[in-house]
């Protein structure tokens, strides 16, 4: 437990109100320092009207100065988000009085908090598992619906009971073969049966890497899913970029080469971010800069996990070789643009493995179709609440890890290895998958590496 009483404002500055939240073994006492009442004894889960003064000179009678009439909520141990004595004062949302507040606090014995301190304390103190602590910071960094609904299942705890199972059943694994050692002197005994052991390890493996590589789905809808709009110069990728996102971000204009730099911004389909990236149009030039926004036009491609190639008349076919080559490995989508116009509505093109669709930037016709095509595009699953998406790089490393672990294991059953060589990284295993919920003892530093990106005051 901590001794330390801790305060911070939980609030982001300028709404109507502020919330500041203390938490510590001395919370109330502290508090009844500046407040109309004394909470010293109050209740938990009671919430208290009252206002914040400040007292002008402690050492003769009372003059008090009102800072605030305010509510707090009290709450005790272990009942609390720190699982400490803890309370949260709604003022009004002044900067004068929060930090005067806070100014006051800290007189009479808090001290600030650091980033995530809270949360990590509720981890300390067994409130949360690590993986739940994490998810509070992709809860409150959540911006789509896909994201929140991981977030809140991770916080759910949906990982940690994912884990627990995989970890029941190495556990029974290492029993297996824990039995199998026992018995080895006694050669007339049927041991544990190898085959069985073995379609055991299978299992588990088969669902570590599942785990691991629902990583690339977690990161996409995490990060926003990058999406390139390529093609030669005055094609309408500008006109694209400012029609899909709604807005007059990127300049338009029929003088060739007016993109220079990539230009990025995201909108929403059915709960999912797309990261769209307007680029500069490919041709050959001889000006310098344009040529760097060219390079940087590749290199978007690059980062893209779907490619939008914009034409408006019939590729080559050395540039169609050209673009199917550079978007290897990600979606590319041929959009034929401008079909408002009479001559560029019978274009048709065909390359394996691409999709195919036409619009009209410029009017909005195909918009909606296209919009589908990137959405299906994407492959997201439609995510059911049980289902468990790896969204942390820090639990991907460690189910990678494991699950080379258990790749030893099962090289060593087919090599006929002895049990006690086997069990050692069985057990590997077993540390690298706790290290996620943070059963065992988490090391400072790696602690220090998740808190420190949280707020303060959370
Ligand atoms: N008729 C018609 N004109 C379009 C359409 N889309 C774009 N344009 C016009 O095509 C010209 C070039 O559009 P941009 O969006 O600037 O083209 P870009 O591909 O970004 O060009 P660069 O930045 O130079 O590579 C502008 O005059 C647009 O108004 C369309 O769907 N129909
Ligand atoms: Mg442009």
Redesign the pocket.
């Known amino acids: 437990m901590n001794t330390e009483t801790i305060c911070a404002l939980a609030t982001a500055s300028g709404g109507a109100l502020g919330i500041i939240r203390i938490s510590g073994p001395q919370s109330l006492e502290i508090l009844s320092h500046i407040f109309t009442k004394n909470l010293s004894d109050a209740r938990p889960n009671t919430i208290h009207y009252g206002h914040l003064v400040e007292h002008s000179d402690e050492s003769t009678v009372v003059s008090q100065h009102p800072i605030d009439e305010v509510l707090v909520s009290v709450f005790r141990a272990p009942h609390s988000y720190t699982g400490e004595d803890s309370a949260e004062i709604s003022c009004h949302g002044s900067r004068y009085i929060l930090n005067k507040v806070l100014e006051l606090l800290m007189h009479y014995g808090c001290r600030m908090a650091n980033p995530g301190e809270y949360t990590m304390r509720a981890y300390l103190n067994g409130k949360l598992d690590l993986s739940q602590a994490e998810a509070v910071a992709d809860l409150i960094a959540s911006t789509n619906q896909a994201s929140h609904q991981l977030a809140i299942s991770q916080l759910r705890g949906g990982i940690s009971t994912e884990l627990s199972r995989l970890r029941d059943q190495l556990l029974k694994l290492t029993s297996l073969l824990e039995l199998e050692l026992d018995f080895s002197d006694h050669e007339d005994l049927e041991f544990a049966d190898r085959t069985e052991l073995l379609q055991l390890t299978n299992t588990i493996e088969d669902r570590i890497t599942t785990l691991a590589h629902s990583f690339e789905t977690g990161q996409a809808i995490k990060q926003g899913i990058p999406v390139a709009i390529v ?1 030669k ?8 970029l400012n029609r899909l996102i709604r807005e007059d971000r ?10 220079r730099d990539t230009i990025e911004d995201t909108i929403d389909l059915h709960g999912v971010t797309f990261r769209f990236i ?1 680029t ?2 490919i041709r050959q030039t001889t000006d310098e800069i344009e040529q760097i926004g060219i390079e940087r036009t590749f290199a978007a491609i690059e980062k893209a996990r779907i490619v939008l190639w ?1 034409i408006d008349q019939m590729p080559t076919e050395a540039e169609i070789a050209d673009m199917a080559e550079r978007s290897k490995g990600r979606t590319l989508i041929v959009v034929c ?2 079909i ?2 009479e001559s560029y509505q019978n274009l048709q093109i065909s390359i394996p493995d691409s999709k195919f669709v036409r ?5 909005g016709i195909g918009i909606p179709q296209l919009e589908e095509v990137i959405y299906q595009a994407a492959d997201i699953p439609s995510l059911n609440e049980s289902d468990i998406i790896v969204t942390n790089a820090r639990h991907y490393d460690a189910l990678v890890r494991a699950h080379e672990s258990l790749q030893r294991v099962l090289d060593g059953m087919k090599n006929q290895l002895s049990g006690d060589l086997l069990a050692e990284d069985l057990r590997l295993a077993l540390d690298q998958l706790a290290e996620i919920t943070g059963t065992q003892i988490t090391p400072n530093e790696v602690l220090g590496n998740i808190f420190k990106n949280f707020c303060v005051g959370k």
Not at 250 to 259: E, L, Y
Not at 359 to 363: G, R, V
Request: hydrophobic share 35%; charged share 15%.
């Open positions: 093609g110069t005055n094609v309408g990728k500008s006109t694209l990127a300049i338009v204009s029929n003088i060739h080469g007016t993109t307007d500069a149009g914009l643009n401008k408002d116009l619009i009209s930037a410029k009017t």
